[in-house]
């Protein structure tokens, strides 16, 4: 192809076992956890989950080495959200049930969706846009991804996804405690968006998140998959 400057390179995510998953599009979910929405000042009942989406490059990739994530600029209140992430290995359109949905699945991951707090209070009260609140750069450290026949979706009935900041815990949650589940997603999902191979879908986080400041270690495990961590570093 005759670029006028260099391609941008595909980002992509290590699979646990080997191999390496090219990254399309992000899809987050927010508000999918109750407790979460009473903690944001919100009513489960009355506030439906949402969709936002990040970059694909602002995956940080996070194998068997704690990542390095610059603070970033622009904000004082940087949190971790920790949630299981969803890579799609198919895609498809107004999925028609959950059997559908489940068949996109390629498999899924331990995520971490930072968020500028400060600046994502500041968009809600304005009534603006969450793109510098949530779709920074490095905002997205995601761990191994574990693929479905490795770590099929019946294993994750009692899974708990816990979140550690400096080996204290901040969230401990099940994964039952979802509001939309994640067939529920991928078909909401779908009647919004054409769903590619190579899509990631962050699930929503639990209540509990919190601040985090450069030097702190933060570690994200879900049930059976490789756990994600990753380290704060002083700003770039
Ligand atoms: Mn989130």
Same mark, same amino acid.
């Given at each position: 192809?005759?670029y006028?400057?260099?391609?941008?390179?595909?980002?992509?995510?290590?699979?646990?076992?080997?191999g390496?998953?090219?990254?399309?599009?992000?899809?987050?979910?927010g508000? @999918?956890?109750?407790?979460?929405?009473?903690?944001?000042?919100?009513?489960?009942?009355?506030?439906?989950?949402?969709?936002?989406?990040?970059?694909?490059?602002?995956v940080?990739?996070?194998?068997a080495?704690?990542?390095?994530?610059?603070y970033?600029?622009?904000?004082? @209140?940087?949190?971790?959200?920790?949630?299981?992430?969803?890579?799609?290995?198919?895609?498809?359109?107004?999925?028609k049930?959950?059997?559908?949905?489940?068949?996109?699945?390629?498999?899924?991951?331990?995520?971490?969706?930072?968020?500028?707090?400060?600046?994502?209070?500041?968009?809600?009260?304005?009534g603006?846009?969450?793109?510098?609140?949530k779709?920074?750069?490095?905002?997205?450290?995601?761990?191994?991804?574990?693929?479905?026949?490795?770590?099929?979706?019946?294993?994750?009935?009692?899974?708990?996804?816990?979140t550690?900041? @400096?080996?204290?815990?901040?969230?401990?949650?099940g994964?039952?405690?979802?509001?939309?589940?994640?067939?529920?997603?991928?078909?909401?999902?779908?009647?919004?968006?054409e769903?590619?191979?190579?899509?990631?879908?962050?699930?929503?986080?639990?209540?509990?998140?919190?601040?985090?400041?450069?030097?702190?270690?933060?570690?994200?495990?879900?049930?059976?998959?490789?756990?994600?961590?990753?380290?704060?570093?002083?700003?770039a």
């Amino acid at each position: 192809m005759d670029y006028v400057i260099s391609a941008p390179p595909v980002v992509a995510v290590p699979v646990a076992g080997g191999g390496m998953f090219p990254v399309r599009r992000i899809f987050c979910v927010g508000k @999918n956890y109750a407790d979460h929405v009473k903690e944001m000042g919100g009513d489960a009942k009355a506030d439906p989950p949402v969709f936002f989406t990040k970059p694909a490059d602002a995956v940080v990739a996070c194998g068997a080495e704690p990542g390095r994530i610059p603070y970033p600029p622009g904000t004082s @209140n940087l949190h971790y959200e920790g949630e299981l992430v969803v890579a799609l290995g198919a895609g498809g359109r107004q999925l028609k049930d959950r059997h559908a949905a489940g068949a996109l699945i390629f498999g899924q991951a331990a995520g971490c969706d930072l968020t500028r707090r400060d600046l994502q209070a500041a968009a809600k009260k304005a009534g603006g846009p969450w793109d510098a609140a949530k779709a920074f750069d490095a905002s997205a450290p995601i761990g191994l991804i574990g693929r479905i026949a490795d770590y099929p979706p019946a294993r994750f009935d009692g899974a708990r996804l816990v979140t550690c900041v @400096n080996d204290d815990v901040r969230q401990d949650a099940g994964l039952t405690e979802m509001i939309w589940t994640v067939p529920e997603i991928l078909i909401a999902l779908s009647m919004l968006f054409e769903l590619k191979a190579g899509d990631l879908v962050f699930t929503g986080t639990p209540a509990g998140v919190g601040p985090v400041a450069p030097g702190d270690r933060v570690e994200v495990g879900i049930g059976e998959l490789p756990a994600l961590k990753f380290a704060i570093m002083e700003p770039a």
